[in-house]
């Protein structure tokens, strides 16, 4: 039988760089992250945070922030890159407590069965507005709009288009640059 802990007994854990969620209070600790993996991250990262920051938008991070969806519920997860409105920057704590404005899952192979229904079915049950689906492999990005469940795919030299960052349209090539 797995130990179940708080959402406080996990955040008082000591710091590290590994990925690691609380699901529902269970510790799921995956390997780390591949290279191309990773490489997307950095590059949507990279972009998502030069805009936010040129136009003074809120505040962009890169995983591994622990995002506490459901402090009762155990439930903390690690999305790859989130983006905080400067509306809502009262979330932002010593970690983020509360739904980001958009969140980022780039998916591999192993993980995109669970980042498109598990993953996807917890920001839109906490609020998240928007969850960008990356697929380094298909070079697509999907833009789901957590409140309605509608999403809309992107290929290669198409425009990404968000209705929470209206003024953010990087082709989707660059980002996986």
Not at 113 to 127: E, I, S
């Amino acid at each position: 039988m797995e130990r179940r802990i708080s959402t406080n007994d996990y955040l008082r854990m000591p710091e590290t760089n590994r990925p690691a969620e609380l699901v529902y209070g269970v510790v799921r600790e995956p390997p780390a992250p591949l290279y191309g993996h990773q490489k997307a991250v950095g590059q949507l990262f990279y972009l998502l945070k030069e805009h936010v920051e040129k136009a003074t938008l809120g505040d962009v991070c890169v995983s591994p922030i622990d995002v506490v969806l459901d402090e009762a519920a155990a439930l903390v997860v690690q999305p790859d890159v989130i983006f905080v409105s400067k509306q809502r920057s009262s979330i932002i704590q010593h970690c983020i407590v509360g739904a980001p404005d958009i969140v980022v899952e780039v998916v591999s192979p192993v993980t995109e069965h669970r980042d498109r229904t598990v993953k996807l079915a917890w920001y839109r049950r906490y609020g998240v507005r928007e969850c960008w689906i990356a697929n380094p492999h298909t070079r697509t990005i999907d833009v789901v709009d957590c409140l309605t469940g509608l999403a809309e795919s992107f290929t290669r030299a198409e425009a990404v288009r968000s209705d929470v960052l209206p003024s953010f349209a990087p082709r989707v090539d660059d980002c996986f640059a």
